[in-house]
């Protein structure tokens, strides 16, 4: 059953803000939701051992979500570590698969198998508690109970997320080359520096699609400009580039600086689109370029004008953009500070101690993104008429999913026919038809490598499938292993994109010696193709996940159930990526008899089936260990030794080779179309292969 929205049942509690994540609403259910006791500022239910809680999208620690408690309120958090709540997400929607009880159940009372899936549809704070303070019960918590909460059943995982995803609506498409290499760093600081990488991926036969412009190429980080003095000859950088077949894709953050005579603020000023303090004034706060005011995303008439902002890049040449710091993030509130420098005053006259000496470190470390300010700004909501003002903190978690709106729709209007690369770092469901998402700032670490692998099928449940980490890490340095694992997964995510951080070890493929090894892991992605995006434009098409946990499909396989560091990538393949330290290899869970397939240079190397349990594979740096599911066939592009891919445009879709396992393989759907306008059908664009 895909998508049956008669098996969705939606309740309402108090009286929600409207965040038009949903795009089909069933009418609305009078009796009380037969999972889920109401406590007084929420709900909870037992869970038993057994029990998996998929869910939460972009989230630390595991696929199963349980034991520990999770913040739903988009952060600007640089540590992903395993203490933290909450990351730039917001993706409130939970799948129970296993045991669950009937709230009326007494304490003696038989479980039922089921697959339930969960979504609060409310902006504010939501805290999940998943068997964290008991581990045998869920308590979720709002600070405002006042939701739409939809509950869909399934007879599968699958069958569930596809009732959620037709309710949501379909994901964004990205155009076919945002498939390809995108190296980034921040910052390149000039226009040669943009040069300098493009020729180096040339002179060493590296594909490479897009470089990113990180915060350097606006003149004084002010968001739609170009910085006259080290990219004053942007407009033939475009073209250079574009004549390389290279996009050139610009970051927009969310702060407009405070300046005048700078365009963006004086209009948004003159015209109140910019949020505001308790006394009406534009909210002062302060971001990369000092002192900014965030424009009002949520009040309809300001994102209009936001958005077509945007023009005065594409009518540049250029086609692709990523939206930051929209959390939004704060390093600080001009009213907040005052009060630290304040208190640092008196403390100056003090002999510090225990107490004063923290609180002094406390006062600024916690000055950025601290929750006072949050409660201390004011959006003009179209979604609340009668209403003056929201205050922020209750609608915190629409502002990047907003920002990104106004892009996007923006783009609707300035170049309806074409697809544009957009992608943000906040986000709520319901941004993943506008755009898709970065999964943030990462560390080189090993055990950040594993959270990317974990992270995938968490969001593509929650409609993020345009997705993907910085590969190699964003903060600390990397090492040439560590980066080649990383883009050893990498090269099977749809975005696929070497960022690091200022003051970091550089990132760029052409500084490692490995040159052979990453040139053949590069050359795979490239591949990989046809098949790569083929199973994104079903899965978007459709409403299905491209990457899958193994619990999904091996329901009855404990061991199954309990591995969550290989994963399913369409009906075909299973991955299982090595993520950690001087491990030529690993061992892999095959949860049934599969074709291990070996890449080296992007070439098959060797072909051997493995019958089901657990088995050691070398996997050296380098090579491309792929498992082959039996009955089916995996397409790829032409071999690469027949081939030199500069970019997506040398990959040839229609001539493919196959690698298959099986007597009997029926045809592989194929959807394959030109990747740059929006004639999506499934009808007219599958091919039977
Ligand atoms: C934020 C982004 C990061 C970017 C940096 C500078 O930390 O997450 O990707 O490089 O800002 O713009």
């Known amino acids: 059953m895909q998508g049956d929205i008669k098996m969705v049942k939606r309740y309402r509690f108090g009286s929600p803000i409207e965040t038009e994540a949903v795009l089909h609403k069933p009418d609305i259910t009078e009796r009380e939701c037969e999972w889920l006791k ?10 038993p051992q057994e029990t998996i809680v998929y869910g939460l999208g972009e989230s630390i620690r595991g696929i199963n979500k349980r034991g520990w408690l999770y913040r739903s309120f988009c952060s600007d958090e640089p540590e992903h570590r395993e203490d933290k709540q909450s990351l730039y997400g917001a993706h409130n929607f939970l799948l129970l698969s296993g045991d669950v009880y009937r709230k009326e159940d007494t304490e003696d009372a038989l479980p039922e198998q089921k697959n339930i899936g969960f979504f609060f549809d409310t902006p ?144 948004g000023k003159e015209k109140g689109y910019f949020c505001k303090d308790e006394n009406g004034e534009d909210f002062t706060v302060g971001v990369w370029p000092g002192k900014c005011h965030f424009p009002d995303m949520l009040n309809e008439e300001a994102r209009h004008w936001f958005g077509d902002k945007y023009h005065l890049l594409t009518d540049r040449g250029i086609d692709g953009f990523w939206n930051d710091m ?237 591995t969550e560091d290989q994963l399913l990538l369409g009906e075909e393949l299973m991955l299982a990526p090595v993520h950690e330290q001087n491990q030529g290899g690993r061992p892999v869970y095959l949860p049934e008899r599969m074709k291990f397939l070996r890449f080296r240079k992007g070439e098959l190397l060797e072909e051997e089936v493995l019958e089901r349990g657990y088995t050691f594979v070398e996997m050296p740096l380098g090579d491309i260990c792929i498992f082959l599911r039996e009955g089916h066939k995996l397409p790829l592009a032409e071999s690469a ?20 396992f099986g007597d009997e393989i029926p045809d592989y759907e194929y959807y394959s179309d030109d990747g740059e306008t929006k004639e999506y059908s499934l009808e007219k664009n599958i091919r039977m292969l």
């Not at 109401?38 to 869970?47: A, I, M, T, V």
């Not at 980080?221 to 580039?241: P, R």
């Not at 040398?650 to 298959?660: I, K, M, W």
């Open 326 to 562: 929209n959390e939004p993030a704060i390093f600080y509130s001009e009213k907040h500070l005052k009060k630290v420098f304040d208190r640092i005053d008196e403390l100056k006259k003090e002999n510090l101690d225990v107490d004063t000496y923290f609180e002094m470190t406390g006062l600024v470390a916690g000055s950025s993104n601290n929750l006072e300010d949050h409660k201390s700004f004011y959006h003009q909501y179209s979604e609340m008429p009668g209403e003056d003002r929201i205050r922020h903190d209750k609608v915190h978690n629409l502002y990047g999913y907003y920002m990104t709106r106004a892009a996007a729709e923006a783009f609707e209007e300035l170049v309806p026919e074409k697809r544009i690369l957009l992608f943000s770092r906040a986000s709520y469901i319901g941004m993943h038809r506008y755009g898709g998402i970065w999964q943030g700032d990462n560390m080189s670490w090993w055990s950040h490598l594993l959270l990317n692998i974990k992270m995938m099928p968490s969001l593509n449940m929650c409609g993020f499938l345009y997705t993907g980490a910085d590969l190699g890490g964003f903060g600390a340095d990397v090492t040439e292993d560590l980066l080649i694992r990383f883009l050893s997964f990498g090269i099977f995510t749809p975005l696929m994109r070497n960022h690091s951080a200022l003051g970091t070890r550089r990132q760029e493929l052409y500084l490692f010696e490995k040159k052979e090894e990453i040139l053949g892991v590069l050359k795979m992605r490239y591949r990989l193709l046809p098949y790569l995006y083929s199973e994104f434009m079903k899965a978007a098409l459709r409403g299905t996940m491209m990457f899958r946990p193994l619990g999904f499909v091996y329901r009855e396989d404990r061991i199954a159930r309990q």
């Open 641 to 660: 030794s027949h081939r030199n891919f500069e970019n997506t445009e040398d990959v040839d879709y229609d001539n493919l080779v196959f690698c298959e």
């Open 124 to 267: 504010g704070e939501i805290v999940f508690d998943i068997g964290y303070t008991k581990r045998d019960r869920m308590e979720i918590t709002f600070s405002d109970f006042d939701l739409e909460l939809y509950v869909m059943e399934g007879e599968s995982p699958d069958e569930v997320v596809s009732a959620f995803r037709e309710l949501i609506g379909r994901s964004y498409i990205p155009p076919k080359w945002a498939f390809g290499y995108g190296q980034s760093r921040w910052s390149y600081e000039t226009a040669d520096d943009v040069r300098k990488v493009a020729e180096e991926h040339k002179r060493l036969k590296l594909p490479l699609d897009s470089v990113y412009l990180d915060i350097a190429y606006m003149e004084r980080y002010k968001d739609f400009t170009i910085d006259e003095k080290n990219f004053g000859d942007f407009d033939s950088l475009v073209k250079e580039m574009k004549e390389n077949r290279i996009h050139l894709v610009p970051i927009i953050d969310a702060g407009v600086k405070i300046e005048e005579g700078y365009d963006v603020y004086e209009e």
């Open 38 to 47: 109401k406590s007084e500022d929420g709900f909870f239910c037992r869970l």
